[in-house]
């Protein structure tokens, strides 16, 4: 299949209005309907109407950004850890405070991402969700972390499909546009040293930090 739509999207500058927009919360279970299976594995948050009072109003669909995945929070790490579910390397690791800094720290950082927010109608839920896929390969499984998102425009909107392979080609086409829109210095965060440098298909260079997107509180 060969797609009509465009693999940049959002103007060369950086984010427009209404974005930056923030969304952040514990790493929580989905429906378990085996994304990860299909290579696309999401982090879901939780949408809480206190917390992100904008999204009951606005546009079902996928939007893209920045996450920043806290493993290291008091509380939530020790939560997931006990469900054993940080890193998955906890058994190698001794209990002095430089390996236990190394466990928690495993899977923290800034990441491209690209997220759907609605109904799913492919599956037809009929409660709202936030799912996240961080555009990065985790070796493990991360849910009671705190992930936190800049998010900064938006892709489509959400549509039914004929076919999961359908649902999933297009999902994989959402992360080529988010890559190479997050790959312009006006979208990439200033200083920082993003997993997005060296990605594949992306030309900047590794370790690359020439963004000049400013987000006071995207990193804390
Ligand atoms: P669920 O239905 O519980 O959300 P998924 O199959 O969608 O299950 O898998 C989501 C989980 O996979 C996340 O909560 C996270 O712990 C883990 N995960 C591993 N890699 C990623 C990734 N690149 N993006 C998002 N989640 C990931
Ligand atoms: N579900 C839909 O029913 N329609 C969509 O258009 C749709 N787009 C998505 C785009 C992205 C980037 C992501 C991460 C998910 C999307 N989903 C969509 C949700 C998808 O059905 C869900 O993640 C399933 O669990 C995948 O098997
Ligand atoms: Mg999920």
Same mark, same amino acid.
């Given at each position: 299949m060969t797609f009509s739509r465009p693999s940049i999207v959002g103007p060369e500058a950086g984010p427009e209005l209404p974005f930056p927009v923030k969304m952040e919360g514990p790493v929580i279970s989905g429906f378990g309907r085996g994304s990860k299976e299909l290579g696309i594995p999401t982090a879901n948050l939780p949408v809480d109407a206190e917390a992100t009072p904008w999204i009951a109003d606005c546009v079902s669909g996928v939007y893209f950004g920045w996450a920043v995945l806290e493993a290291a929070r008091p509380g939530e790490a020790a939560a997931a850890e006990a469900k054993g %579910?940080? +890193? +998955? %390397?906890t058994s190698k690791l001794g209990d002095d405070e430089d390996e236990s800094k190394k466990r928690t720290t495993a899977v923290s950082g800034l990441y491209p991402m690209v997220m759907s927010i609605g109904y799913n109608p492919f599956y037809q839920n009929t409660t709202r969700t936030a799912e996240v896929h961080i555009l990065y390969p985790f070796a493990h499984d991360f849910y009671g972390a705190h992930l936190r998102l800049a998010i900064l425009g938006y892709i489509r909107p959400e549509k039914n499909y004929d076919s999961l392979e359908a649902l999933v080609e297009d999902i994989q086409f959402d992360c080529v546009v988010a890559k190479q829109s997050l790959a312009r210095p006006g979208w990439t965060p200033a200083g920082q040293s993003t997993a997005? @440098? +060296? #990605?594949? +298909? %992306?030309? @900047?260079?590794?370790? #690359?930090?020439?963004g000049t997107l400013v987000i006071p509180w995207l990193l804390g």
């Open positions: %579910v940080i +890193g +998955g %390397v997005l @440098a +060296g #990605a594949e +298909g %992306v030309t @900047a260079d590794k370790g #690359a930090t020439n």
